[in-house]
């Protein structure tokens, strides 16, 4: 459905992978020198060699790219080191390990209360599409041909009608639609499905460009322009809520240029992200498909006055690419950087003793300390196990970006408190020591820490994001603004031919036009002439 995703190849072949691994203690986790996705790394950037970190426990010599040497590297080892995703056997292809599925789990559970409150139901379409569906709707057919994935043999016969792997679901959605539908009283029909999809892209990057991704697609239909409307902005409405409020990305809401519009749509919504290294991550979108696909399928209903009238429809995705957002947004040196709200744990515990008769009381502890916690709704983790070091669990629950970790020994026990250390802090800074073991007290303490952690994420993003967008008034200042990196908003009213000048000559699209424009009068800084809307420039994803 969406041009959400225009994905590009993730992984290598299977004889390209790494070999090397490095050992932690019993455990092995894959070391940056191949890359876990070599495609993602950047020209010129793979001589950097990766450093050893000493990071808060001091127990860990893994071996992960730091984030202001190369970022796309960085990227990549955290998502090994941090156990997110790993090789599929096909080449663009993943395999979305627990932890990283635990994620996308949390960006369901919220979506899907969402979308039911607001009067949409779930189900399921075929991922087998006849190759006739896609070239019913000129416009879409010419924006996803070299993506689609085409069956053209099925049990060992040459098929009679070439299948598409499902690229979207616009078409197989609109040949039931027109089945289901008969009268106004059939409206609005408003559907969402939980999906995988494909689309055969030759450069990919984990979760942001693969060949199969996860999403959910919305369909609807109704009566009205002006209904599909309301429904197109209230379902972007929901992913920025989403982005704000459980990711802590500040994403930009906005309309997409008549170049970046999905193929089929009227007109496209975006919510833009700038991530750690300030390209631009389009992070969900919506559409106003108008009519294009129910004129081409023929989707009909009988007005109130007797008259066949064809349904405005609309389409809104959001997906796993979202995950990848999410690292790039809050990561750092030490790995992932989880917001409280979407963290799978938030809290692990860490039982710390060194003679073997200390081990009954402070387990005691912290099974009590576990319980207090999971009894008020905390996701809480006790690592018990006695072949890690304390220091490297330190290390690895904050590569995996727990927001928070209890340490727990028996001097703890004696004074009945806990330390407790935020993963947003680094040091000694973001240490607390005596924190009382009473339920109601470490209960309180613990959520308020969660909500701090969370709101410090979104401020420290918005900081990010504020002091990287420049304003400029010339194309020429938009060329200096993009060659250093940053986002560039300008006042724009140009042709689309002037849109793809710019995007050959400085590899920046628009992101989109902001919903929050500022008032005034505007002059357009590409040809000088009356602008009613800026426009935000940036490299993508």
Not at 275 to 298: C, I, P, V, W, Y
Not at 434 to 446: A, F, R
């Amino acid at each position: 459905m969406a041009s959400l995703l225009r994905l590009p190849s993730l992984l290598v072949p299977a004889a390209a992978r790494p070999a090397a691994l490095l050992r932690h203690r019993g455990r092995c986790l894959h070391t940056s020198p191949a890359r876990l996705f070599p495609a993602a790394t950047t020209a010129g950037a793979s001589s950097a060699a990766p450093v050893k970190m000493e990071t808060r426990g001091g127990d860990r010599e893994g071996q992960v790219t730091p984030r202001s040497t190369d970022f796309n590297a960085w990227y990549t080892d955290v998502i090994a080191a941090a156990e997110l995703a790993d090789y599929g056997p096909v080449r663009g292809t993943m395999v979305i390990r627990p932890y990283g599925y635990a994620i996308w789990e949390a960006i369901q559970d919220y979506l899907n209360v969402k979308f039911k409150e607001t009067g949409h139901s779930n189900m399921y379409f075929p991922q087998f599409i006849p190759y006739s569906f896609i070239e019913k709707e000129a416009s879409h057919v010419q924006g996803f041909s070299p993506e689609l994935a085409v069956v053209t043999i099925g049990g060992g016969k040459e098929l009679e009608e070439k299948l598409v792997v499902r690229p979207t679901s616009e078409t197989i959605v609109n040949h039931m639609f027109t089945k289901w539908i008969q009268s106004y009283r059939d409206l609005p029909l408003m559907i969402n499905q939980w999906a995988n999809v494909t689309r055969w892209e030759m450069r990919t990057k984990p979760f942001i460009r693969t060949l199969e991704f996860l999403w959910q697609e919305g369909h609807t239909a109704h009566a009205t322009l002006e209904e599909a409307e309301k429904e197109a902005m209230q379902m972007i409405d929901v992913y920025t809520k989403f982005a704000y409020e459980q990711a802590a990305i500040p994403v930009i809401p906005g309309r997409k240029s008549r170049v970046e519009t999905f193929a089929g749509a009227d007109r496209t919504y975006t919510i833009e992200a700038m991530m750690g290294d300030k390209k631009a991550l389009q992070a969900g979108t919506s559409h106003n498909l108008g009519q294009n696909f129910s004129r081409a399928f023929e989707t009909q209903f009988m007005d109130e006055n007797g008259q066949l009238e064809h349904v405005w429809q609309t389409s809104w995705a959001i997906s796993t690419r979202f995950v990848g957002g999410i690292i790039m947004t809050h990561g750092d040196d030490a790995g992932l950087m989880l917001p409280p709200r979407i963290a799978p744990i938030q809290v692990v515990i860490v039982p710390i003793w060194k003679k073997g008769d200390e081990k009954g009381v402070v387990m005691e502890a912290v099974a009590s300390v576990q319980n207090t916690l999971k009894e008020a709704g905390i996701r809480v983790k006790v690592d018990d196990s006695e072949l890690r070091t304390p220091g490297w669990k330190f290390n690895f629950y904050e590569m995996k970006g727990v927001p928070i970790r209890i340490e727990l020994g028996p001097r703890d026990v004696k004074n009945r408190s806990v330390v407790l250390s935020r993963r947003d802090v680094p040091g000694k800074q973001g240490k607390e020591f005596g924190i009382s073991m009473e339920p109601s007290i470490l209960v309180d303490h613990i959520k308020g820490r969660l909500e701090e952690i969370q709101a410090s994420l979104l401020q420290k993003a918005i900081t990010f994001r504020d002091s990287n967008i420049v304003d400029v008034n010339s194309y020429g200042e938009l060329k200096e603004v993009i060659s250093e990196g940053k986002w560039a908003r300008g006042p724009w009213s140009a042709s689309d031919a002037d849109e793809l000048k710019v995007k050959e000559e400085t590899s920046a699209t628009i992101r989109c036009f902001p919903f929050d424009q500022p008032e005034g009068a505007k002059k357009c800084f590409m040809t000088g002439n009356p602008a009613d809307e800026v426009a935000i420039f940036a490299k993508s994803y």
